[in-house]
């Protein structure tokens, strides 16, 4: 007896005095935050938390509890009926049209539909579904932004025709590229973790009127997980976990995130761990792209040997660790510090494009490898948001930002191992205002400062007695200073609710200061290298949306890049036989840009989207023939190669689309397809190396409640001999072979799945193939084949 009245008991204090409801989204599993509960007639009211728990013990058993949120259906139960549901709800997102807003545009806020840019916005719901392996895959993903792969650490943005430092990254507000930013391809995207990435936006055309210099092809604007404060608690938890692994490289994968919010303080950790061993390509297509035989060492000594699965890309393998710790105190409603503490470091990354090069019918490298790359970011926001005569909000961007390079290279059957490093100190302030005149008018202006340390040492070491020697440096050895200084202001104005203009201009002061010490190697012309420039930019955009189902936007715009330490000042091989030497008469680029963007959405049923573009480029900086104290070959490495420079071309043109088509269909299926074409060539009738070939993705989606799949086609067209660029075409290794024996680039598809399924409390389930028909393919100017047939299996738990 005494038993069940105990029981009894527990029952009455479970369910009338530790009355707490929690609330859980049905699609997604996770818990709603700043959900209303309330009463009508008796005024009582109560909100759910981070972690989707509200009190209800204010309210009576019969009394009617109304649920409200801005994104949600709304519901009504009696607290007698919420406890017979066991005190948890399942709520269903409301399918209403709500205003996106980006930041990217102008560093503030802003309504997507007021913005006259073209913007891919991947929001993290994407990124959590698509699952992508690395920084540049997410981009890759988003099926606008063209991704080269020299090998498997690696991943080169090509935007528009323009890649590296010709178009820009930036971090929580801050710029990556810094001086040694290279016009080759460029691999630094990785260091970025898809894990830790809130959302990412990307501007496609001239940035340059908010960011600078090298915003000439588009932005790419990343925002990581933003740290959350207690909502009405003395302490809220939250966090997420993942391991995941695909089979094609036989990935792992692992990444905890976790918030600690109080008030006024929060703590954000995230970090991550992923281990990737050799890539395997697909089983079907072209056969040159097989790895047939690979170098290794036999007693000692570099020897050749036969491949046992040729579609193993033997030597691609890496690992990568990121971690991020981010500390936010809020004092009061006004102000606001977000400090942030971000490291990257990858393991050795061989270069693959390097160790299937082939030099009088034999692997030419023992090794070519780059070292660990490392990547640290400090960076410190204060937010004041206080309206006065001069601004509403006001920003300051602290950041410094250290990286680390180097390049490891070693002929076939040769002691002599060249290494070469790269260091670079980048100090940045940014101070951003923006000022509401009234509701229909807005200004932002600001400043920026950035300086840039770099320093360039090499050696080459006898591997079999470990000496070392001096060595030739890839970037000048004396003093490698590059600074830059520059003021926007934008106005925008809303005239009606039919037409929007945009307007901006900006300055910018670059200087470049470098010094040559050593002159054993090469007796160069000149011992220092010295740029001071200017650049005025300016944008107009405007947006006209007659009625609203139409939308029409018009932006014209300007953007440069200042020739930087990498443009101006290194010596390394660009293709076998070739080498680039400094050119101190280098000067500016400038990039004269039209886009035209038509919408039209169809009820709620389907849009369609059009953005066409046309870019002229003057003073276009591009790689020639050139000569060395007036010669056009020099000994370099122990070879004769030809002599190369970066020079400024008259002009070039590049001119494309991106077109898009969504439809929702019955039954919650939605279809999806766009496809982006870019053509570029300078004033010789010369393509121009990153255009790329067109590409595009078609996408058949199914989300309900908990489940969500996609079969989707990712494609590329060709690209013939004839319209390849000829540093492309001295890299016969890197592509296939046509009828007549030349390097091209062929078109290919591939057919994939993804599927995700939410369960209770938190947990979720990722699965997917890509490449279903295990084609063997390489993207244009890729060096890596991509993967075959990859299974990928992931689980993520919210706590």
């Known amino acids: 007896m005494k038993i ?22 049905a699609e997604t599993q996770e818990p709603v935050a700043d959900m209303a509960l309330f009463n009508k007639v008796k005024n009582k009211s109560s909100l759910s938390n981070a972690e989707g728990l509200v009190n209800i013990n204010d309210f009576t058993l019969d009394e009617l509890i109304y649920f409200q949120h801005p994104t949600y259906k709304r519901l009504r139960f009696t607290k007698k009926q919420l406890i017979e549901k066991g005190l948890l709800i399942y709520v269903e ?80 507000g801050v710029r990556m590229n810094n001086a040694i930013y290279r016009e080759g391809n460029l691999q630094n995207v990785i260091s970025l973790d898809p894990n830790a990435i809130e959302n990412s936006e990307v501007i496609f055309g001239p940035g340059s009127v908010t960011y600078g210099s090298d915003a000439l092809g588009g932005v790419m604007d990343f925002h990581t997980l933003r740290v959350k404060l207690a909502t009405g608690r003395t302490i809220e938890i939250t966090g997420n976990a993942l391991t995941r692994y695909s089979s094609s490289n036989n990935e792992k994968t692992t990444h905890l995130d976790f918030n600690i ?18 890539l395997k390509m697909g089983s079907n297509g072209n056969d040159d792209y097989q790895r047939n035989e690979y170098v290794t060492k036999i007693n000692g000594v570099d020897s050749i040997v036969a491949n046992g699965n040729p579609n193993e890309q033997i030597e691609s393998g890496y690992n990568q660790v990121n971690f991020m710790q981010k500390i936010r105190y809020k004092p009061s409603e006004e102000l606001d510090f977000i400090y942030a503490f971000h490291f990257s470091k990858l393991t050795d990354v061989p270069r693959y494009d390097k160790l299937i090069e082939y030099r009088n019918g034999s692997l030419r490298y023992g090794d070519w490898y780059y070292g660990p790359q490392k990547w640290i970011m400090h960076s410190l926001i204060m937010n004041y948001k206080k309206s006065n005569l001069f601004f509403d909000d006001l920003k300051l961007t602290l950041a410094y930002q250290d990286y680390e390079e180097s390049r490891h290279d070693r002929k076939y059957r040769s002691n002599e191992l060249f290494e070469r490093t790269e260091q670079v100190g980048v100090y940045s302030l940014n ?36 000496t070392k020697s001096p060595a030739d440096t890839r970037y ?76 029409f936007n018009l932006n014209l715009s300007t953007g440069f890049h200042a020739p930087n330490l990498d443009d101006m000042g290194k010596i390394f091989e660009s293709e076998p036989g070739n080498v680039v030497v400094p050119n101190e008469n280098l000067k500016s680029e400038y990039a004269y840009n039209i886009d035209l963007g038509i919408q ?37 490495e122990g070879e004769m190669s030809n002599v190369l420079a970066m020079v400024n071309t008259d002009n070039a043109t590049l001119y494309g689309f991106n077109g898009a088509l969504k439809i929702n269909l019955p039954f919650d299926f939605k279809f999806e397809s ?27 989606g199914y989300s309900k409640n908990s489940l969500k799949a996609a079969v989707y086609l990712n494609y590329n067209g060709e690209i013939s001999y004839n319209n390849l660029p000829p540093s492309e075409q001295e ?53 890596i084949v991509s993967p075959g047939r990859n299974f990928i299996i992931g689980l993520r738990a919210r706590f």
Do not use: C
Not at 4 to 25: E, G, H, R, W
Not at 606 to 626: E, H, K
């Open 731 to 783: 890299k016969p290794t890197i592509y296939a072979t046509d009828e007549n024996g030349n390097p091209y680039s062929p078109s290919w598809y591939t057919l994939n799945f993804l599927a995700s399924y939410n369960f209770k409390f938190g947990v979720s389930l990722n699965a997917g193939i890509e490449n279903l028909l295990d084609v063997r393919y390489r993207p244009y100017s890729s060096g």
């Open 600 to 636: 039209k959405d169809f009820a709620d049923i389907a849009t369609i989207s059009l953005t066409g573009f046309y870019t002229w480029l003057n003073n276009a900086i591009v790689r020639r023939d050139f000569t060395f104290n007036g010669n056009d070959s020099i000994l370099y």
């Open 431 to 466: 101070l951003d205002f923006d000022k509401n005149l009234n509701r229909d008018n807005q200004f932002f202006y600001g400043v920026e400062a950035v300086y840039n340390s770099v320093t360039s040492t090499a050696h080459v070491k006898d591997i079999t007695t470990g």
């Open 261 to 278: 919010g109080t008030p006024v303080l929060g703590l954000l950790t995230s970090i991550t761990y992923s281990d990737f061993d050799d």
């Open 4 to 25: 069940i009245l105990i029981s009894f008991l527990s029952f009455i204090s479970i369910n009338v005095f530790a009355q707490t409801l929690k609330i859980v989204d």
């Open 93 to 172: 997102k409301e399918v209403v049209e709500l205003e996106e807003f980006v930041i990217s545009a102008y560093r503030w806020e802003q309504n997507r539909e007021e913005v006259p840019n073209k913007i891919s916005v991947i929001s993290r719901k994407e990124i959590e579904f698509d699952n992508p392996q690395t920084a540049a895959d997410l981009l890759a993903k988003s099926n606008e932004v063209f991704v080269q792969k020299s090998q498997l650490g690696g991943g080169s943005p090509m935007i528009r025709g323009f890649s590296t430092n010709k178009i820009l990254m930036v971090i929580d």
């Open 476 to 551: 000048p050895d004396g003093i490698n200073n590059y600074s830059t200084l520059s003021a926007y202001l934008s106005y925008k104005e809303n005239f009606n609710k039919k037409f929007t203009t945009i307007a901006g201009v900006r300055f910018n002061y670059v200087n470049l200061y470098s010094t040559l010490v050593d002159t054993a190697f090469f007796s160069f012309p000149f011992d220092k290298i010295n740029l001071s420039t200017s650049a005025l930019n300016g944008s107009v955009g405007f947006v006209y949306k007659p009625t609203q189902i139409w939308q």
């Open 674 to 700: 766009n496809i982006n074409y870019t053509h570029g060539e300078d004033q010789d009738g010369v393509p121009m190396r990153h255009a790329g070939p067109w590409f595009g993705s078609t996408r058949l």
